[in-house]
């Protein structure tokens, strides 16, 4: 069986090979190299015509050509996911005249881990996240992707996010094609009726004057199993990116600003403000879940005003507090200092290539355009990473709104504790529960973080 | 064809079952002619060897094989291609969160015992002279048919702060108190884990404690009551001593539970509060951590802190055989 494939797919390589030369040859159509390529493809693995130099962000420069055979893909998306990806890539099997073989998979790093292991592969697939793709292209698994153009790629997205797709020696690994935003701030709307507050003493503000005796101004829950803190983490980096700015949470990130340096100490100190408004108290927020987090807000008389999370718990806002739409709606969180006005926290779905064919360099080229992700973005349920894609198109306001928020973003930064070594993240979830519940031990949990910062980032 | 076939479970299973005892009964068969080419005195010192090897070969590929490798990987680097001395170990040692899980693996390892064994022998003692024993005893040893991670899921919800869901503070409010938050206030949160494990494992000591109880002769204990011999002293002179070999196998099996204590720590709080034991930090370092010299280290630590205890348990098992 496995044999039987993997000889289909030499075979289709071939053929994609034939074509390959045949358009090459025939054609004349590949244009010379755009000046701005970052990693000049390899000479003659690339069958696409690169950007027109000094035309970035004036959409990709992807042009489809007949490379035939077929690509098998592995993505996390089932259902009506799937079938809006199949949409995604139809236009795509017309023009290559390349067949995609997807499979949508629940547990992409269990299956990929296996198939690295026994050797069989997609060609393309959705990565777990940026730490297990930096390993596996370590292990020299995943193939970089140096026929993508890169500057221009990064131009087309919110600025600073496609680094987070890179491995340590510079290459490019994984696109983002699917966002989302994080670092939003819930609110119930038949308590807080204010404007959105612009500036975090703003925020300040407008709490104090709601807060009565039961109505505090944050609901936190920190509660998640043995993941559990991981919600104060999206606090410490969405404090720390305002506050701090995007060079000191790279810095950070990459495990060369130390977590006791003033910086890190602030943004801990200012979560530390929001837990002490927070309902319930320090015993409350690390017994209490995630998903349930945010019940108080909807209860009446509220126990508090403001939830911090990202867009997907209003799914939790429905099922757990029994909130309906239009009974809550969002803000993302305002600046702290205003030198890095604009900055926000996102996440995203990550593809990478571990079989280096034609048919794969295609197809990641043609997801990133705008062209192929509108087709999704107008079937609802995708916040597209390309700038490209019209507002107009986004079927929903509260797509829109994020997709508008990614647009305007002067900076977006990744979620910094998946970029994080395992040891440091792990560490930092503790570090959390800790810190709720004796703020008063900072210093000797910050010093604890900075020895795991020394071990955890080397061999 | 033959690949399909194997990758459907069912039939494999099936396999599986028929194939291994045809296996072992040819094995046998093979043996028996082979000794039978021996002189009888040869096959007589052959035979037993031969019988034990399959045994001594599964014990060698998943016991010996493992624990050596482990010892040895102990010794290595992260990466496992540089040996480093005794620096795992040395980490071990000054940890502060490894030297909190080694504490509150000691307050498992007395209290666990101590609590079921303790248990077990009241409600042995005391059912035996009730009616009801039968269904008080079921009462009391179904928990051990429950799985660790199970019942540390249910207690989390016994202890659980909102006294909409928590028992305990359901408890607590309904008599005009403050809900608690029992797996955070350090250190007794580490006692109210420990309790899960006593509902779980009173059951077993009981069970072996009830039975030891039924085996002293009621002869002995009418004369000592003839003789004046008030409950108390009979249990003290009498019931105590003769059960005293049961006892002591009983606390050696629950203080290596105690030692390898890893389910209800994880399910229940991850090791955070303060509460992380050896097994749980060793999972963490191996697992999330990506560090197997250090994993490895603490199996060997944790493997040694056994050793002693298993030695105890095996001579005085030994000691009851000689008797009988």
């Not at chain 1, 094609?177 to 701030?185: C, D, M, P, R, S």
């Not at chain 2, 068969?29 to 045994?55: K, N, Y």
């Not at chain 2, 609590?115 to 003692?125: F, W």
């Not at chain 2, 191996?286 to 001579?315: C, D, E, H, S």
Request: aromatic fraction near 10%; proline fraction near 6%.
């Amino acid at each position: 069986m496995a044999s039987q494939r993997s000889r289909m797919r030499r075979l289709s390589a071939l053929l994609g090979m034939a074509a390959l030369v045949a358009a090459c040859s025939g054609g004349g159509q590949s244009a010379a190299p755009g000046g701005e390529s970052a990693a000049p493809p390899p000479a003659g693995e690339s069958p696409m015509a690169s950007a027109p130099a000094g035309s970035p962000g004036a959409g990709t420069s992807f042009q489809c050509e007949n490379v035939g055979g077929e690509v098998s893909v592995v993505g996390s998306w089932t259902g009506s996911e799937e079938d809006s990806f199949r949409a995604m890539i139809a236009p795509w099997e017309e023009c290559s005249g390349a067949t995609v073989n997807y499979t949508g998979s629940r547990d992409l790093a269990a299956q990929l881990t296996t198939g690295i292991a026994s050797g069989t592969l997609p060609d393309v697939a959705g990565l777990p996240g940026p730490g297990l793709m930096k390993e596996w292209y370590d292990q020299g698994a995943l193939k970089p992707l140096s026929f993508v153009n890169f500057d221009e790629y990064a131009a087309n997205t919110p600025p600073g996010f496609a680094d987070a797709g890179k491995a340590a020696d510079g290459n490019l690994l994984g696109i983002f094609t699917k966002a989302a935003v994080k670092g939003l701030i819930y609110y119930n709307t038949g308590v807080f009726t204010g404007d959105a507050p612009t500036t975090w003493d703003n925020l300040k503000s407008a709490a104090a004057s709601a807060v009565t005796g039961d109505t505090q101004p944050w609901c936190i829950g920190v509660e998640s199993g043995a993941a559990s803190g991981w919600p104060g983490t999206d606090w410490i980096e969405d404090i720390l990116l305002r506050q701090a700015g995007p060079d000191v949470y790279d810095a950070w990130v990459n495990g060369t600003q130390a977590w006791s340096s003033p910086e890190v100490k602030a943004a801990f100190e200012t979560f530390g403000e929001a837990v002490a408004g927070a309902h319930g108290g320090s015993n409350y927020i690390v017994t209490t879940n995630f998903g349930r987090a945010a019940n108080p807000m909807f209860e009446d008389p509220p126990g508090c005003l403001f939830h911090h999370q990202a867009s997907f718990i209003t799914d939790f806002f429905k099922n757990e507090a029994g909130a309906a739409d239009g009974d809550f709606d969002f803000f993302v969180m305002p600046d702290i200092d205003p030198t890095y006005t604009g900055a926000i926290t996102t996440a995203g779905d990550l593809f990478g290539m571990f079989n280096d064919t034609p048919q794969a360099q295609s197809l990641i080229q043609y997801l990133l355009t705008a062209e192929a992700q509108q087709i999704w973005v107008e079937r609802g349920g995708f916040i597209s990473m390309n700038k490209n894609v019209p507002i107009e198109a986004y079927p929903d306001d509260t797509s829109r709104r994020s997709a508008e928020l990614l647009q305007a973003a002067s900076t977006a930064k990744f979620d910094g504790s998946d970029l994080m070594p395992n040891a440091m993240n792990q560490a930092f979830f503790e570090a959390i529960v800790a810190f709720v519940q004796n703020p008063g031990d900072i210093d000797t949990i910050l010093a604890n973080l900075d020895t795991v910062q020394a071990d955890a980032y080397g061999g | 064809m033959f690949d399909a076939l194997l990758g459907n479970p069912i039939i494999s299973a099936i396999l599986v079952v028929i194939a291994v005892p045809i296996v072992l009964v040819g094995y046998i068969v093979v043996v028996e002619r082979v000794v039978g080419l021996f002189r009888r005195t040869t096959a007589g010192r052959v035979r037993p060897w031969l019988w034990l090897a399959p045994a001594l070969v599964f014990l060698g590929v998943f016991l010996v094989y493992p624990t050596i490798s482990t010892i040895l990987r102990s010794f290595q680097n992260r990466r496992g291609d540089a040996f480093v001395g005794v620096e795992n170990y040395q980490w071990f040692f000054t940890q502060p969160d490894t030297l909190i899980a080694l504490r509150n693996n000691v307050l498992w390892v007395i209290f666990l015992p101590l609590l079921v064994v303790g248990l077990g022998l009241l409600v042995a003692v005391l059912v035996d002279r009730v009616r009801f024993e039968g269904a008080a005893k079921t009462v009391i040893f179904l928990p051990l048919a429950i799985s660790f991670v199970a019942a540390g899921v249910i207690w989390r919800f016994m202890y659980d702060l909102n006294p909409d869901i928590g028992t305990l503070n359901a408890a607590v409010t309904g008599v005009g108190g403050e809900p608690r938050a029992w797996l955070v206030e350090q250190p007794q949160n580490n006692l109210f884990l420990i309790i899960v494990g006593v509902w779980l494992l009173t059951g077993f000591a009981m069970v072996i404690l009830s039975a030891g109880l039924k085996g002293i002769s009621t002869e002995l204990l009418e004369a000592a009551r003839v003789d004046g011999a008030n409950e108390l002293q009979v249990f003290r002179k009498i019931i105590f001593p003769l059960l005293l070999p049961t006892i002591a196998v009983i606390g050696t099996t629950i203080i290596i539970y105690a030692l390898k204590t890893f389910d209800v720590v994880y399910t229940m709080t991850n090791g955070n509060f303060n509460t992380d034991v050896i097994a749980n930090s060793m999972y963490q370092q191996l697992f999330n951590n990506g560090q197997p010299g250090r994993a490895a280290a603490i199996a060997v630590i944790l493997f040694l802190a056994i050793v002693p205890v298993m030695i105890v348990n095996i001579r005085r098992f030994q000691q009851q055989e000689a008797v009988r």
